[in-house]
């Protein structure tokens, strides 16, 4: 790991602030799992939550919800930011998920509507006070969803969503309300290409499981969480460590400082970080996040490794030929899906860089694809 560390440490240095944060934390070097959430992902951390609270604070929004289970850390520090530095920001942690969301409205359950808008409005989201969500975004669905929820109960008014980044937003939104720090639709194409939304998830989660639905103690409205397994627990409980002794130092920095972090430099610090860390992951990397459950449908089912096994037969499948005609319908083949195939290539592939490379380029590809289509639609 030292030769990584190195890496990671020359990349840090372009941010002074954050970098003398993480030199004066007491890191496990020789722990793949501690050492990267320290020098990845706690800059991460740190750039979205000023980001967040600057965004709010240009908007007059006084009340953040932070989604379960993406907003679970984030929740945690930008409240800690805005008490240190008393910033007059609300922040709450939401329950919900896509399936709790979509339940009721899929299902036409009037039980599942009632009780999600009973847990919501116990929470303060009809209380006329002015509002944005915080996720790790993608698609911006999730919003979507919660809008038309609380149309349906009554309050028809628009509130902000603050994401990490998005490819895409649902049909017939307003474009206004939808906001991204890291990358942004029909934009950031090497943003994009060199990050993977299922590590992010993965390192920024919650130790609970999905929300299923919300269910009713005397007066109070709680939510239904699944199961969560043992060995995401414990990772998440182990890096939770890093995450706060981080923020407790971050946090300690005047107001002026942090709100004066180049944040457009910041991104650029990170999409070198994340290209070290997501593309090219070395093996005791691909290790401590690969065997991390991960699951890639709503409902939460169905988990595997995150760096999924893969034999030779598996890597062909992945071909940029055959991705395209998969696509087209040409040909119709099962293959399997790694949430983070450069993990899975570093650990199982006999030559991993020919691997990434080609997956990357496949990656470049459909991303600059995307970008000009959603560009063409305006």
Known sequence: MDNKLKK?????????????????????????????????????????????????????IKRLYFLSRDGYFFYRWVSALCRKHRIDIECKYLSCSRFSLNAPLKNHSKEKLNSAAEYFRQEGLFDGVSFGIVDSGWTGR??????????????ENN??????GLYTL???????YYHSFYFRRGKDVLKKTYFNNNVFETVFSAPHGMTEGYYKIGKAYL??????ENTKKEFILKIKKIFDEFFEKFSERSFEELMNIDLNSLKKTLEKLFKAFMVMPSEEESLAFGKVPFSHDAAGEEKSP?????????????????????????????????????????LYAANPRKIIFKYTLSEFLRHFKNSYLIKGKG
């Open 223 to 228: 939510p239904v969480y699944l199961n969560e």
């Open 170 to 176: 649902p049909d017939n939104s307003l474009k206004e």
């Open 306 to 346: 995150l760096a999924l096994y893969f034999s030779k037969k598996d890597f062909k499948s992945i071909s940029i030929i055959k991705k395209i005609l998969r696509k087209t319908g040409l040909i119709k083949m099962k293959f399997k899906e790694s949430g983070w195939l450069q993990g899975t290539a570093v």
């Open 142 to 155: 999730v919003q979507a969803s919660l809008k038309k929820i609380l149309e349906i109960c009554g309050n």
């Open 8 to 60: 990671y440490e020359r990349i840090l240095k372009e941010n002074t602030v954050i970098y003398t944060c993480v030199k004066e934390m007491n890191i496990d070097k020789n722990d793949a799992a501690t050492a990267a959430a320290a020098y990845v992902f706690c800059p991460a951390a740190a750039g979205f939550s000023l980001w967040l609270i600057k965004e709010a604070m240009k908007r007059n």
């Open 159 to 164: 509130f902000h969503g603050f994401y990490w």
